[in-house]
């Protein structure tokens, strides 16, 4: 994968906003999302990564395990109102647009083309203008964003809500050395009814589907773990309090052989 400046910069950032990679909401994988809830809340567009979030990696496929959750994804906010953003598809590394088409086709959602990998503020430009520019406009905080990374998507998603206060990197520093503590607009996510006037709802789903930068993982949950200790809960972001978007997913027995598999998915299917 192509080097990726604006998250290699992203610890120097944490530095004076160390609260930019905390997530609000922690979840395997997107079925424990309940997209009914999340849109009786207000929110009305969601964005997803790609790679071991809703496909294994470098594939346009949707996960198998994964599809009833997406058809209802789908059904609940539109085709128009789900959008892919990758750092592969529709990506400075795509530039002929062949993968994005190919997701496009398999995932029947649209690809944002975009000049700078997330979590850079010119792909955060891009999003903005993507939702303002929809038959109805989804504004900013009505977003969810969905990803596997904490330096890319989890990062992208609080950028968008920094960026509703000011613009540019400098702006941010400038900014969190007169508010206290550096904290940000603070959300509260008691009721599913509440005003949605926080900025964008970021969505960490932790478990992946083909093991990749394993130590950058490691390191990422690390550093979020550390960030929330050191985070009173007044001040910071609580994965815990959305819990009223959260579903309990039965886990599937793991099965080994790859035909008894599609035997399992066809009867759990019927």
């Known amino acids: 994968m192509p080097f990726n400046l604006p998250g290699a910069l992203v610890p120097f950032q944490i530095l004076f906003n160390p609260r930019v990679i905390l997530p609000n909401l922690a979840?395997?994988?997107?079925?424990?999302?309940?997209?009914?809830?999340?849109?009786?809340?207000?929110?009305?567009?969601?964005?997803?990564?790609?790679?071991?979030?809703?496909?294994?990696?470098?594939?346009?496929?949707?996960?198998p395990e994964l599809t009833e959750a997406w058809e209802d994804c789908r059904r609940t906010f539109g085709d128009g109102n789900v959008l892919i953003v990758s750092n592969s598809a529709g990506s400075h590394s795509d530039p002929a647009g062949i993968e994005a088409e190919?997701?496009?086709?398999?995932?029947?959602?649209?690809?944002?083309?975009?000049?700078t990998p997330k979590p850079g503020y010119s792909c955060v430009k891009a999003i903005r203008t993507y939702f303002s520019s929809l038959r109805d406009p989804v504004r900013p905080e009505q977003l969810v964003i969905v990803g596997d990374r904490i330096f890319t998507d989890v990062v992208l998603s609080n950028r968008i809500r920094l960026s509703e206060r000011g613009s540019g990197f400098l702006h941010m520093w400038f900014r969190c050395a007169y508010e206290r503590g550096g904290a940000t607009v603070k959300e509260n996510l008691d009721t599913a009814h509440r005003s949605i006037d926080s900025g964008p709802l970021s969505v960490w789903t932790t478990g992946v589907w083909k093991k990749e930068?394993?130590?950058?993982?490691?390191?990422?949950?690390?550093?979020?773990?550390?960030v929330r200790r050191r985070t009173s809960p007044e001040e910071g972001h609580?994965?815990?309090?959305?819990?009223?978007?959260?579903?309990?997913?039965?886990?599937?027995?793991?099965?080994?052989a790859s035909r008894l598999r599609k035997v399992w998915q066809f009867l759990s299917r019927t």
């Not at 190919?102 to 000049?115: G, M, T, Y």
């Not at 930068?213 to 550390?226: N, P, S």
């Not at 819990?243 to 039965?250: C, G, N």
Request: charged share 25%; proline share 6%; net charge positive.
């Open 238 to 256: 609580d994965a815990s309090s959305p819990s009223i978007f959260i579903k309990t997913v039965a886990e599937q027995p793991a099965l080994p």
């Open 27 to 63: 979840i395997k994988d997107i079925r424990h999302l309940d997209f009914a809830a999340l849109k009786e809340a207000g929110y009305r567009g969601i964005v997803f990564d790609k790679d071991n979030c809703i496909t294994v990696p470098h594939k346009d496929n949707l996960v």
């Open 213 to 226: 930068a394993t130590f950058m993982r490691w390191c990422e949950r690390k550093l979020v773990e550390f």
């Open 102 to 115: 190919s997701v496009k086709r398999n995932l029947q959602v649209p690809v944002l083309f975009h000049a």
